[in-house]
DNA sequence: CCGCCAAATGCAATTTAATTGCATTAATAT
DNA sequence: ATATTAATGCAATTAAATTGCATTTGGCGG
């Protein structure tokens, strides 16, 4: 029997090597938010993330500053809820989706699937490079519907 | 020959009724908002509205004031363009579009339909309720491009 | 036409996510 | 091991948006 490699998170070592693809180094403040941003989905606001850091591995403008570097080499996306704090998950590369998020408690649901690339073609065609789009739902989820039928009040308005 | 009653701008005629019938008053900044909004597309950011407002009308937080309370009676529809501000067009109501967003100049083209509908009816099968979406397409239009390509150097990155 | 009153406004202070400056630390190449 | 310089910590700052409160004003009844 040939001596088993270790597994381990598989996403989270690739995730390093990209960084040292592109000549950014491997800390223990990156390795820490990757851990998390390749464990579970999120997205995550950068207060969520850091306050999953264990304490006083870094500080919170490092987690900022990590989240934009690994945003420029693509190695997270920055989601936008319209709720005023950016979100960032892992950034799977072949596999675009989409959420849905419950205005009332920020739950997300994914959709493994986009229906928008006939947008971005069209917008090709009429001369723009470099096209992206941004897509989220936004709904109230059935567990809030829940809660709000037992408050029996009206549930607050909020974008979307 | 009949006396021709004063054409003027009907949709800002029907957004001061869409006021009244909503007991809010119509007072002479949101007169001066809502005449923007109708006559141009948009959308603005509010120091935008502000700026286009003869000096003195009004103060910049009433132009925000006005405009939260105009979102919430659906005469207006606050877009985020990912660039920290956000901007306000007039709402249709009937006709649901989207925008194609030049990340360099923040200009806007128009899409005059939606490809998100089956994308909310399915958030309905999944149980939720008021279902609402975002899309935003963003590029580098052709201007920009033309420009880019005198200064020969790269364009700044952007969010999008 | 006048006066009332809640809604709307002006101005200043405040909030808060995000950014920046700069001295210090530490990851990587040689 | 040493040099290089990217990355970090801490504090200050930015800027869009919000809030508090005194004042003004639109719409209504008389
Ligand atoms: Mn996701
Ligand atoms: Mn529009
Ligand atoms: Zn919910
Ligand atoms: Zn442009």
Same mark, same amino acid.
């Given at each position: 029997?040939?001596? =088993? ?6 996403? %989270?070592?690739?995730?390093? *090597?990209?960084? @040292? !693809? ?7 403040? +990156? +390795?820490?938010? %990757? ?15 850091? *306050? ?5 591995? #870094?500080? %919170?403008?490092?987690?900022? +500053? =990590? ?6 080499? /693509? $190695?997270?996306? @920055? #989601? !936008?809820?319209? !709720? ?20 009332? #408690? +920020? =739950? ?5 699937? #986009?229906?928008? !690339? ?6 090709? *065609?009429?001369?723009?490079? /470099?096209?992206?789009?941004? $897509? ?8 809030? *519907? ?8 009206? /549930? ?5």
């Amino acid at each position: 029997m040939p001596p =088993s490699h270790p597994p381990a998170n598989s996403s %989270l070592e690739s995730a390093l *090597q990209t960084l @040292r !693809d592109h000549q950014a180094r491997v800390t223990e403040p +990156r +390795r820490a938010i %990757l851990t998390i941003l390749t464990s579970e989905h999120g997205p995550f606001t950068v207060e969520e993330i850091y *306050q999953r850091i264990e304490k006083g591995v #870094c500080d %919170l403008v490092t987690v900022y +500053r =990590s989240l934009a570097a690994m945003e420029e080499i /693509n $190695l997270v996306r @920055r #989601c !936008d809820f319209g !709720d005023g704090a950016y979100r960032y998950e892992f950034n799977t590369g072949d596999h675009h989706h989409h959420h849905i998020i419950c205005r009332t #408690c +920020r =739950s997300v649901k994914t959709l493994d699937f #986009c229906v928008a !690339d006939s947008l971005e073609r069209m917008a090709r *065609q009429l001369g723009y490079e /470099n096209v992206t789009h941004t $897509l989220e739902i936004f709904g109230v989820c059935v567990n809030c *519907q829940k809660k709000a039928a037992r408050a029996g009040g009206p /549930n607050p308005a909020v974008p979307g």
